[in-house]
C-alpha cells in the first residue's frame, strides 16, 4: 500500500507570493491532517480534514488554510507568505478521526525568500 | 490546551548502551501517546505507541512505559545501535479530535 504523498518536496517562494500544497492519504484513510516544521517550534497542529470537513484548527492566522477533496486528497494554501513560513509542512492520514494513529508524508520544504 | 514537554534534548550513548527520553503531558484526557522517529530529511515514522489503558509496551528493543497518574512516559531503547542514531518525537492526543500535540525532540547519537 502507498504511503501518503505529498507535493511539491521542495519549493523557493518570494515573501507576498501565495503556495498550494498537496497531499494524498494513504489508500482508505480519510482523515487528512497538516503540521508545520520549523527547528525552533517543532512540530505544530495546523488543521484536521475529515470528510470534506474541517474538524479541528490549531493556533495559525487566517493566511493558513486548507481543504479536502471527495477522494479525501487535501491542499492546504499559505497566502501572502512571510519568512517566518519557511518550514517543513507535514501532512499526516488516518483511518479516521479519533482512535488511530497518524502517518506522515515526506513532507514539502518550502522556503520564503 | 495540551503541552507536552521532552527531555533531554539531546542525547548521546555508546553504542550497545540505553538510552531513555522522557515527556511530560498537563491535560489527563490525553489518552494515546505515540513516538516518532526522524532521520534526517526523511518523515517522521511511527516507532511505538502506547494507551491509556496501558502501562507498558515492548516492541524487541523498544518500549514504552506510562504512567498516568504522574502524567509522563518514557521511551527506552535497549542495546542501541548507530542505526538508532535520530530525532525522537513523543506525542499526546487528547480523546477529542485527532490534534496531536509534540515535544520538541530528542537528537539521539549512538556513537559506534
Known amino acids: 500500500k502507498a504511503g501518503v504523498t505529498q507535493t511539491p518536496r521542495y519549493l523557493i517562494k518570494t515573501r507576498g507570493q501565495q503556495v498550494t500544497l498537496s497531499c494524498s492519504p494513504i489508500?482508505?484513510?480519510?482523515?487528512v491532517s497538516w503540521y508545520q516544521q520549523t527547528p525552533g517550534q517543532g512540530l505544530q497542529f495546523l488543521f484536521e480534514?475529515?470528510?470534506?470537513?474541517?474538524?479541528n484548527k490549531g493556533n495559525f492566522p487566517g493566511r493558513f488554510s486548507g481543504r479536502q477533496f471527495s477522494n479525501s486528497r487535501s491542499e492546504m494554501n499559505v497566502s501572502t507568505l512571510e519568512l517566518g513560513d519557511s518550514a517543513l509542512y507535514l501532512c499526516?492520514?488516518?483511518?479516521?478521526?479519533?482512535?488511530?494513529?497518524?502517518?506522515f508524508g515526506e513532507g514539502s520544504w518550502l522556503t520564503v525568500v | 490546551g495540551e503541552n507536552v514537554e521532552q527531555h533531554p534534548s539531546t542525547l548521546s550513548v555508546q553504542e550497545g548502551d540505553s538510552a531513555v527520553i522522557k515527556c511530560t503531558y498537563s491535560d489527563s484526557a490525553s489518552n494515546y501517546f505515540p513516538w516518532y522517529k526522524q532521520e534526517l530529511g526523511k518523515r517522521p515514522q511511527l516507532i511505538i505507541d502506547?494507551?491509556?489503558?496501558?502501562g507498558e509496551k515492548k516492541d524487541q528493543r523498544i518500549a514504552v512505559t506510562l504512567n498516568k497518574t504522574a502524567k509522563h512516559f518514557s521511551l527506552h531503547i535497549t542495546e542501541t545501535q548507530p542505526e538508532d542514531s535520530a530525532v525522537y518525537f513523543c506525542?499526546?492526543?487528547?480523546?477529542?479530535?485527532?490534534?496531536?500535540?509534540f515535544g520538541t525532540g530528542t537528537s539521539l547519537t549512538v556513537i559506534p
Open positions: 499526516a492520514s488516518s483511518l479516521n478521526v479519533g482512535g488511530n494513529t497518524i502517518y
Open positions: 480534514y475529515f470528510s470534506e470537513t474541517q474538524r
Open positions: 502506547i494507551r491509556s489503558n496501558v
Open positions: 489508500s482508505g484513510h480519510r482523515s
Open positions: 506525542a499526546a492526543r487528547t480523546n477529542t479530535g485527532n490534534q496531536f500535540y
